[in-house]
Each structure stands twice: as structure tokens, then as C-alpha cells.
């Protein structure tokens, strides 16, 4: 159209006569072989070809539209083909993701807080760590039944002394001078380690592996020091229970009893044996071992309490009063007695009705 334009201004005025004259003045094409490469003749001129365009990154392959409409009249839309084009996109994307590498580890039964998983499935202690870092500040008595168990659960996995294994701790708090039995009772084998924590500094003090099962042994809280013993409190000291066998070579885990009691001699008639209860324990130690003059071997000292007065009661250590290999009791004193004086408050009120 816009060539037969220039044509008809050409014709009505000279000073018009801009038009490219490289143009035809007359139709462009008869047939789409007379345009250039990628074009089509429509209404006698050259358009491009709608299958030539570029689509995404794909070659396009197929018939060109055919259009359809009666030749001269230009109402056929240009491109409105019935052929069936089969593109075949060829993108190339280049993914090259590394996600090639080792399996991540895993052990079992699962490491402690302290320890990872190493590439050979074996849990290794982090650097820098040691066995009482495990280890908080739970107290047991020196009198004193706890049933416990040593597992993945209850208790702490460390290496220690070349093993891996579960750890069960308690801390023994007493007075200066004390000695306490401990027994660990299980039906498996047992390790217990005695250490000294109280400065964080995890020193190793004893370790105990005396049987199959059962180990029994003394902590002394007297050690390097000379009675009469000052009533203060003793350095704390951790008692930690493991099994002998590692984890994976043989029993590593069960349950077992943590027994502590106080033992007020060793020597004399009433050696090594504990007593009935605590107060028992208590009393009979402040008569013996914070007042000078009495021994295990030649009294049955009167008890006294928290003050540091009689309570009307004498500690049963002498053949007259006990049988070895019993526990120690308290016997009552009678009016008049020693141990009725008047620091148990005899005379008065606060006198103990055996004493009156």
C-alpha cells in the first residue's frame, strides 16, 4: 500500500516526489518466490514469514502457514496455517552439581554430649574435654540407698582410661574426719572411680574393680588429719560408677544400688561396722571424733547432738552393749547417768523422759 501511495503523490505533485525511489511502483511479488529468503508474498507484497521467527531456543520444524483467502483481496490473516510444526528445542544447561561425597556417620548407640562421630562410626571425645565435665553437683548422703542405671539415658558416655562407656556420678559431701563405706551392687561388672573435683581439676584419687558384681570400699574424709576434728565440712569428693566392659564388648549398661554408709571405727569391738541411721552415725561421731578423750577401744560415749550436747543416750561400741558385725545403736541412759547430766537439759524440761 504504502508504494502505490508514493506513486499516486508522485503523480499529483512534484515537490512530493521524496519517496524512495529504489521502491517498485507496481506490486512487489506474484508469488512468495519472488521475495527474499524468510518472506511471503501476501497481497502482492513481501512480509515475513511467521515460521521463520525465532520461537524460545528451539529450530521449528514445519510447513509454512498457508493462508487462506481469495488472492488480490488481502483479507486472509497473514500466518494462519494449518501445517503441523514439530519443534525440537535444544537447550543446553550445564548442571554440574558435585554431589559426590561420604556418607555422614553414624554411631550407635549415640554419642555423648562430649564425644562425636567420627568417619569410622567410633564416638572420639572432643578436644579439650574431660571425664568431670560430664558431671554436675548431685549430692548423695553419707547414709544412703540409690537405685540407678547405666545406660544411654541415665548416664554419660566418655572414654575414660582407654574405654568408652556410660557414667554414673554422686558427690559425697561429709564432715572432716568421716569414713564412709560405699558398695556398688550390681549383677554385672562394675568400675568405680573416687575423684577429686572440687577445683575442677578431675583428679583421680582411686580407681575400685575388687570383684565380679559388688564393690565395697572406704572413702576417708580424715585422711592427714588429727582428731578432734573441727565439725567443718570435708572436700567434697565425686564417687563415678561405670561397667568394666566397654560399650559393644560385653555388659556395658544395667542397673545397680549405690550404698553409702558411715563407719565410726576401725579398731576395737565395734571395727568397721555401721550404724543403724543416720542420727545414730551423727551423734556417735561428734562424741568420738570432735571431743578429745574418748576412743572406739574402751568407751561407749555418750551422743550428742548438733549443739554439742548429751541426749540422754550412750553409743553401743563395747561387748557389754554390741556384737560385732551388727550395727551400732543408741542405748538409752538412766536417771542420774552421765549422759542424763544437765547439758541434756537435766534437770528441766527439755530433760529426756529416760533420764528422769
Known amino acids: 500500500m504504502r508504494s502505490s501511495l508514493c506513486a499516486l503523490l508522485w503523480l499529483t505533485s512534484v515537490a512530493l516526489a521524496g519517496c524512495p525511489t529504489a521502491e517498485p511502483l507496481g506490486a512487489a511479488c506474484a508469488v512468495s518466490a519472488d521475495c527474499p529468503t524468510g518472506q511471503l508474498c501476501v497481497d502482492k507484497a513481501c512480509v515475513d514469514d511467521p515460521a521463520s521467527l525465532p520461537v524460545g531456543e528451539g529450530e521449528g520444524e514445519g510447513d509454512p502457514g498457508e ?179 566397654a560399650i559393644g564388648a560385653g555388659t556395658a549398661s544395667g542397673a545397680f544400688t549405690l550404698q553409702t554408709r558411715g563407719i565410726l571405727c576401725t579398731t576395737g569391738n565395734a571395727a568397721n561396722d555401721v550404724t543403724d541411721s543416720q542420727t545414730t552415725y551423727d551423734q556417735c561421731f561428734r562424741a568420738l571424733w570432735e571431743r578429745s578423750g574418748l576412743s572406739c577401744e574402751a568407751s561407749n560415749p555418750c551422743a550428742r547432738n548438733a549443739a554439742g550436747d548429751t541426749t540422754g543416750k550412750w553409743c553401743g561400741l563395747q561387748s557389754n552393749v554390741h556384737t560385732p558385725g551388727n550395727p551400732i545403736t543408741l542405748g538409752d541412759d538412766a536417771y542420774g547417768g552421765p549422759c542424763c547430766g544437765s547439758s541434756a537439759g537435766c534437770p528441766g524440761a527439755g530433760c529426756p523422759a529416760n533420764c528422769l
Open 67 to 245: 493462508g487462506e483467502g481469495d488472492p488480490g483481496e488481502g483479507e486472509g490473516d497473514p500466518g494462519e496455517g494449518e501445517g503441523e510444526g514439530e519443534g525440537e528445542g535444544e537447550g543446553e544447561g550445564e548442571g554440574e552439581g558435585e554431589g559426590e561425597g561420604e556418607p555422614a556417620p553414624v554411631c550407635t548407640p549415640s554419642c555423648g554430649e562430649l564425644q562425636r562421630c567420627t568417619a569410622t562410626n567410633v564416638c572420639t571425645n572432643d578436644a579439650g574435654t574431660g571425664l568431670c565435665d560430664n558431671f554436675g553437683a548431685s549430692v548423695i548422703d553419707y547414709f544412703a540407698d540409690l537405685n540407678l542405671n547405666l545406660n544411654g539415658t541415665s548416664g554419660e558416655r566418655y572414654t575414660y582410661d582407654s574405654k568408652d562407656r556410660y557414667f554414673v556420678n554422686r558427690v559425697i559431701d561429709a564432715r572432716q574426719g568421716m569414713l564412709v563405706e560405699v558398695a556398688v551392687i550390681a549383677a554385672f561388672d562394675t568400675v568405680a572411680y573416687v575423684i577429686n573435683d572440687s577445683s575442677q581439676q578431675c583428679t583421680e584419687l582411686a580407681a575400685i574393680d575388687g570383684s565380679y558384681g559388688d564393690e565395697r570400699f572406704k572413702v576417708n574424709f580424715g585422711a592427714g588429719l588429727t582428731p578432734p576434728f573441727s565439725g567443718n565440712d570435708a572436700t567434697p569428693l565425686d564417687v563415678a560408677v561405670t561397667s568394666f566392659a
